[in-house]
């Protein structure tokens, strides 16, 4: 491997690395603190989320950055120039949450195909196959699904050519909270429960039924309620997490499970079936 390869793929390790120490040092007090469920820190399946970690940090990021880019271009071919113009026209903060609501109404609608479509569904299902949620599952993502997501949040910024790094900022703490709604956490959020989400309203969407069809707006929640898809039950959680078919135990059957004719099979029982709590 050539000096300058080396050197990039050492540096991407060490800010995986990096990464990992910060979240485990923002999530691990609070799941210990603030428990939805008794759960060990170290609970079954935690090496196989690590290495769903490590592969989008390392791997399945730098693919969805590429397929960003050529929709970026593909677009700029082809859309008219008078949308941009108008877009570009307005105020920095009308662009900005003008791209950040439209971003969380494709994200909602692709959320929503995935459990309405089998095709999606078979990619979308591994992030559903884990049976203890926290702060790490969140990373157990087909890189398939992952990209296709990544693609829906910055479709209209790269539709009406508005630069997402202008939000960083914003990017990252949406980044963060999509990673804690998934965490071992229940906390009392107040209004941010209904702007950014919340743990609680996220579990229940990991609930074992066939396909849920509740909760798809991870971090815009009153997108479910205008939508008539919210559902959080007053009540502790004690329901089982995870899928009702037999799922793979290890990172490269998941990662080929929906290429697999037995994935189809799954796919076609379970959209016959009844899909509501």
């Known amino acids: 491997m050539p000096s300058a390869e080396l050197s990039q793929a050492l540096d991407a390790l060490w800010a995986a690395l990096a990464s990992l120490a910060v979240l485990v040092v923002m999530f691990v007090p609070l799941e210990r603190v603030f428990p939805a469920r008794h759960q060990r820190i170290l609970r079954p399946a935690l090496v196989l989320d690590l290495g769903f970690f490590f592969g989008q940090y390392l791997v399945w990021n730098a693919l969805a950055i590429f397929v960003a880019r050529s929709a970026s271009a593909w677009i700029g071919g082809h859309l008219p120039e008078g949308p941009r ?11 900005a949450v003008l791209v950040v609501l439209l971003g969380d109404l494709c994200v909602y609608g692709y959320h929503r195909a995935c459990h309405r479509f ?35 949040t910055n479709l209209p910024a790269l539709a009406l050519g508005f630069a997402p790094r202008a939000l960083a900022g914003l990017i990252v703490l949406r980044g ?11 906390l009392p959020l107040g209004p941010l429960k209904w702007l950014l989400g919340a743990p609680e309203l996220h579990h229940w969407h990991h609930a074992r039924l066939e396909r849920t069809q509740h909760n798809f707006a991870n971090v815009a929640p009153f997108l479910d309620v205008l939508f008539g898809t919210h559902h959080c039950p007053a009540k502790d959680e004690a329901y089982d997490l995870g899928v009702s078919f037999a799922a793979p135990k290890s990172y490269l059957g998941l990662l080929l499970a929906p290429f697999l004719p037995a994935t189809a099979s799954a796919s076609a029982e379970t959209s016959s079936a009844s899909r509501t709590p």
């Open 176 to 186: 963060v909270w999509a990673i804690f709604i998934h965490s071992n956490v229940r």
């Open 85 to 95: 113009a108008f877009f570009a026209a307005q105020p920095f903060v009308v662009q």
């Open 118 to 152: 089998d095709f999606l569904w078979r990619f979308h299902a591994v992030h559903h196959t884990s049976e203890h949620l926290d702060w790490v599952a969140a990373h157990r993502e087909h890189p398939v699904d992952g990209v296709l997501t990544q693609l829906a």
